[in-house]
């Protein structure tokens, strides 16, 4: 290559470089190759998400819990599915069909391909998430039976021993099972672990902060 045609390769080496690493890139690509499809299938034309997504953070236990609840309670705040093992599409449905097969053979139970639940934090850790299966699966199980009733006040007091560990109030925690994306922006967790981020981002302030600090609270 002569000197001209190498300064235009490594100019455009570098816009695929800040594109791998974009997640707003990676984000337009996928969701014009679904567009399409989806539009040709239906005969129409337009956008097929509502909205532009949104890139939050989990910094802490608490801030995954509520995003991994909210995510597998979809299909249940939409009237698709009555319970968790009939939600399609939803990593609890896997944990729990896994989980099914597992005691019928007497095998491991993670044959799902997700990261696995391993337990409460402690020494010697393996990799995988910090809850215990049944205590999740216990959760997602109170929270989409609430969302179904659609009661006011209709929380019952048995709260899951996961909130009791984590510290989060069940109100809180029924309104994050709703709402998870419309309170926080970019970082989510404990106001305390929010601050260390900012402070590690040399970020002044972070919008939310304030919310982070009344929904994973106890009070």
Known sequence: ?????????????????????????????TNESIART??????????????RFKSQALLDEKALAACMAYVDL????ARMAKTPEESEHTSVKRRIKAMLKARQHKTSTNQTGLLPLVGYPRKD??????????DYLELVEWTGRIIREDKRGAIPADMPPLLERLNIDARHWMYLSKHFESPF??????AHTVRQACEKLGKQWSHGIKQCETLFSST
């Open 185 to 190: 922006k970019g970082l989510v967790g404990s």
């Open 74 to 77: 979809n299909p249940i705040r």
């Open 125 to 134: 850790m393996p990799e995988g998430l910090p809850f215990r299966l049944t």
């Open 1 to 29: 290559l002569g000197k001209a045609e190498w300064n235009a390769l490594s100019e455009q080496v570098e816009k695929w470089r800040e594109r791998l690493m974009s997640i707003s890139w990676f984000m337009r690509c």
């Open 38 to 51: 989806a539009n040709k299938e239906d005969e129409v034309t337009g956008r097929f998400w509502e909205g």
